[in-house]
């Protein structure tokens, strides 16, 4: 599933990295790391995500999406034109 997912996202989903808790209760949970401007933002970009994957892969339409939530994780990154700190 975590294939399928990473498969199916576009150049500027700015995904990272996806993982799959099959055995979570209720239901499996998929966790998306997206590089998102905003929380509204990496919501949408997860459902849409979902949604495009699931298109693509028949055996994935047996799912459906409860939610689409995310954790907002600042990060105090440099600009990608400067040089890193010593």
Known sequence: MAMALTES?????????????ADARPGPVIG??????D???AEATAKALWIRAREAQHWLRQWELCCAEAPLLLLDLPPENDPPPD
């Not at 996202?9 to 808790?21: K, L, T």
């Not at 998306?32 to 401007?37: D, E, N, S, Y």
């Open 32 to 37: 998306l790391f997206l590089r998102a401007a």
């Open 9 to 21: 996202a576009a150049p500027g989903d700015g995904v990272e990295h996806v993982v799959v808790h």
């Open 39 to 41: 929380l509204r933002t």
